[in-house]
């Protein structure tokens, strides 16, 4: 029998094109919040490309031309930099004050972490968020700081009661006095410190199944879910 001819492998062009229009996406949602996005770029772009194609030449006499695609690549460099800083801003503005951004912003922290969002809350749409980290226990409420005092004490003494040993925060989300702001909130948590090892991590997770077993199963109150942040920052990297 003759042997099967090999086809080659196909081109997949609809990879490429999805990322396109994940980045136009992006665009267009941060030109909403940041009109000049497109002057501001196309600035910073003939900029660096100007300063490192003036630089490389006196660095590299004769060799115009390696200067110049050198030149255009710190450029292209320097517009998804300043591009996806400018965009996170833009996500973080269009968010901020509404239910569950707290929850939105905390999806950006890497592996090592474990997000619950919307663990308790009250029919006044407060809302307490558990992370669970290298600092031990973060409990963060979003809502009215003072509602939250007795949210976030209730749920402090039930964590006790299951991981005694195991070091819990308190975070409030929010533009009062005492808050976090949402757009400094995962830096914040990130700050706490090292105080639990992976090993002690997944003990602690385990424990804490058993505290949400118990809980009844009411649905989390009705409102606008942000977008994920961590979804948006992953596309401006082209994953």
Same mark, same amino acid.
């Given at each position: 029998?003759?042997?099967?001819?090999?086809?080659?492998?196909?081109?997949?062009?609809?990879?490429?094109?999805?990322?396109?229009?994940?980045?136009?996406? *992006?665009y267009s949602m941060t030109k909403k919040s940041d009109?000049?996005?497109?002057?501001?770029?196309?600035?910073?772009?003939?900029? +660096?490309? +100007?300063?490192?194609?003036?630089?490389?030449?006196?660095?590299?006499?004769?060799?115009?031309?390696?200067?110049?695609?050198?030149?255009?690549?710190?450029?292209?460099?320097? *517009?998804?930099?300043?591009?996806? #800083?400018?965009?996170?801003?833009?996500?973080?503005?269009?968010?901020?004050?509404?239910?569950?951004? +707290?929850?939105?912003?905390?999806?950006?922290? #890497?592996?090592?972490?474990k997000v619950e969002p919307g663990i308790a809350f009250?029919?006044?749409?407060?809302?307490?968020?558990?992370?669970?980290?290298?600092?031990?226990?973060?409990?963060?409420?979003?809502?009215?700081?003072?509602?939250?005092?007795? @949210?976030? /004490?209730?749920?402090?003494?039930?964590?006790? #009661?299951?991981?005694?040993?195991?070091?819990?925060?308190?975070?409030?989300?929010?533009?009062? /006095?005492?808050?976090?702001?949402?757009?400094?909130? !995962?830096?914040?948590? !990130?700050?706490?410190?090292?105080?639990?090892?992976?090993?002690?991590?997944?003990?602690?997770?385990? #424990?804490?199944?058993? @505290?949400? /077993?118990?809980?009844?199963?009411?649905?989390?109150?009705?409102?606008?879910?942000?977008?994920?942040?961590?979804?948006a920052r992953q596309n401006m990297r082209g994953r």
């Open positions: 029998m003759a042997k099967k001819e090999k086809q080659p492998k196909k081109a997949k062009p609809e990879k490429k094109e999805g990322r396109l229009k994940q980045m136009a996406l *992006v009109p000049r996005i497109g002057l501001i770029l196309g600035g910073i772009f003939l900029g +660096a490309a +100007a300063v490192a194609f003036v630089l490389l030449t006196l660095v590299l006499p004769g060799s115009w031309v390696l200067s110049l695609v050198t030149a255009v690549m710190i450029g292209v460099l320097a *517009v998804l930099i300043v591009f996806g #800083r400018r965009a996170q801003k833009a996500q973080y503005k269009q968010i901020e004050g509404r239910p569950g951004a +707290a929850a939105a912003a905390l999806g950006q922290l #890497r592996s090592g972490w009250n029919k006044n749409q407060d809302l307490v968020h558990r992370v669970v980290g290298p600092p031990g226990i973060v409990l963060v409420g979003e809502g009215s700081p003072q509602r939250l005092k007795t @949210l976030l /004490a209730s749920e402090r003494r039930k964590h006790e #009661r299951v991981a005694s040993e195991t070091p819990i925060f308190e975070v409030v989300s929010g533009d009062g /006095a005492g808050a976090v702001p949402v757009p400094k909130l !995962t830096r914040h948590v !990130t700050k706490l410190g090292r105080n639990i090892k992976p090993a002690e991590m997944t003990d602690v997770l385990q #424990r804490l199944k058993a @505290l949400d /077993a118990t809980r009844s199963n009411i649905p989390i109150p009705k409102g606008p879910i942000p977008t994920n942040l961590k979804g």
